[in-house]
């Protein structure tokens, strides 16, 4: 668990606060009152390697945690099937279809079982997501831009170099069990799209993965105005771990 010290479910509907970072707006299976697929990380890069672990869930972003088990947030929709191993979301990777979501019962995160196992390396949880001040990245298939429904989908995943800062950041955060996410120089963060996805650090070079995208710290449903609260999964690592019958070693 990450220290006391340092986009909870929302309603699409309203904005970052009353709303998820799930995608806004208007094709495929996506969370209610937003359905099209999303844009990406705000004022960050493509992807600069192809991170085995990503896991395109429409309309959202997700993380492989097991061969046969992702995580996202709670208030995306359970899909019928996902791209796993890929940053191209049209392409590349596996696709492969969902049994059923595991909601946690306090904070925005949710397993899904997949039906069969992939061949992809998945992200490490660690036991503690780091102290303020730890260096992390965040990835997903969000808005580019920051003003919701201002752009389109990107097909290659974008990410974005920050950090942990302290809760005092971000509005309405449960300390023990989210994590407080920089919006580096200010003006770049997750985005609508970006539900569920990635929050990584470097453990012994190897990409650990701490926290799945939830909501924005603060009420605007401008993306990148302020930090971002991630649901921090080393705290709720034992749950995680009963819930797939054992994660990796």
């Known amino acids: 668990m990450k220290p006391h010290s340092l986009l909870a479910r929302l309603l699409l509907a309203v904005g970052f606060v009353a709303a998820g970072l799930a995608a806004p707006a208007a094709a495929s299976a996506a969370p209610a009152g937003a359905d099209d697929i999303g844009i990406l990380v705000v ?14 869930v429409s309309g959202c972003t997700g ?34 279809g969902v049994v059923r979501g595991v909601n946690h019962p306090s904070i925005d995160v949710k397993l899904l079982q997949l039906s069969s196992s992939v061949a992809y390396a998945p992200a490490p949880i660690p036991t503690s997501s780091g102290a303020v001040g730890t260096a992390t990245r965040i990835i997903g298939w969000g808005q580019t831009c920051a ?18 800062v302290a809760d005092s950041r971000c509005g309405g955060i449960n300390g023990p069990y989210e994590i407080c996410t920089n919006n580096t120089n200010g003006n770049a963060g997750a985005c609508y799209g970006d539900s569920g996805g990635p929050q990584v650090r470097r453990v012994n070079g190897v990409w650990n993965l701490i926290g799945a995208t939830s909501r924005a710290g603060n009420s605007s449903s401008t993306c990148a105005t302020a930090p971002s609260i991630y ?7 034992s749950w995680i771990n009963s819930q797939v019958g054992g994660l990796p070693a």
């Open 43 to 56: 004022n960050g890069r493509p992807a600069t390697e192809n991170y085995p672990f990503m896991v395109y």
């Open 63 to 96: 993380s492989l945690i097991k061969s046969n088990w992702a995580v996202t947030a709670k208030h995306c929709p359970t899909p019928s099937s996902v791209r796993v191993g890929s940053v191209n979301r049209t392409s590349g990777g596996t696709v492969v």
């Open 147 to 164: 003003p919701r429904g201002c752009g389109s989908s990107p097909t290659v995943a974008n990410e974005l170099d920050t950090s942990i």
């Open 231 to 237: 649901g921090d999964l080393p705290s709720i690592r």
